[in-house]
């Protein structure tokens, strides 16, 4: 237990869908990530939020759109997926300074 | 650019010593990870460098050499639990302080 929660944990969602990804940490820190794993492929960062601003989005398409109401909650909100966005979503945070992040146990996405 | 490179899958015997490599090529330094994956898990955290050097945590041991771009994870007396994912990942100045991951490196202990 990591002290990041995401649900759902499984998910799958037709083309047309609209869908959103929740991510909480009552650990006190000032950043959240939404991050995509794909098979055989790098931990892909899509999204910082540093103090609920966000500060990257790394040219991820607009069918995600990342939402930070508050410092411990963190949405990825998905429309019009494609098949190959399938794949596992992880959010992270961590506190100020050059720290490790905590990783939630992510969403298994599967776009159909 | 940023890259890292890990070797994809390695294989080892319960109650062995595993080195796992990781290279790094980025714009800029801030630290090197290391976090371990199960299957359908999330990543947690094994050990920090930020100094040239060994940093020793138990049955993990991980070392840094920041000239040569070069990073080891040393798992010893090894078990099956220990079968999962390594990633490697270098925080980055130049990249807003964000991590950069690597592909990650699959281990299967056999009995």
């Known amino acids: 237990e990591t002290g990041v929660t995401q649900t759902p944990r499984h998910l799958v969602m037709g083309m047309t869908n609209k869908k959103s990804l929740k991510c909480e940490q009552h650990?006190?820190?000032?950043?959240m990530y939404w991050y995509k794993q794909s098979a055989k492929k790098p931990l892909e960062l899509m999204f910082v939020y540093s103090l609920e601003e966000r500060v990257e989005n790394n040219s991820v398409p607009s069918r995600f759109s990342p939402e930070c109401p508050n410092s411990s909650h963190l949405f990825l909100h998905l429309h019009t997926l494609q098949p190959e966005d399938s794949a596992l979503y992880l959010c992270?945070?961590?506190?100020?300074?050059?720290?490790?992040?905590?990783f939630g146990q992510g969403t298994r996405l599967t776009v159909v | 650019g940023q890259n890292i490179d890990q070797p994809t899958e390695m294989t080892a015997t319960e109650g062995a010593i595993v080195q796992i490599n990781c290279t790094y090529q980025t714009s800029g330094f801030n630290g090197l990870f290391w976090y371990q994956q199960h299957a359908g898990e999330a990543p947690t955290f094994l050990s920090y460098?930020?100094?040239?050097g060994l940093e020793e945590k138990g049955r993990f041991s991980s070392f840094l050499s920041r000239s040569k771009g070069y990073s080891y994870l040393l798992l010893k007396e090894l078990q099956m639990k220990d079968s999962a994912s390594y990633l490697c990942?270098?925080?980055?100045?130049?990249?807003?302080?964000?991590?950069?991951f690597g592909p990650g490196t699959r281990l299967s202990v056999l009995p």
């Open positions: 990942a270098v925080r980055d100045p130049s990249y807003g302080q964000n991590f950069v």
């Open positions: 992270a945070s961590s506190p100020a300074g050059n720290t490790e992040a905590f």
């Open positions: 460098n930020v100094l040239d």
């Open positions: 650990l006190g820190h000032n950043a």
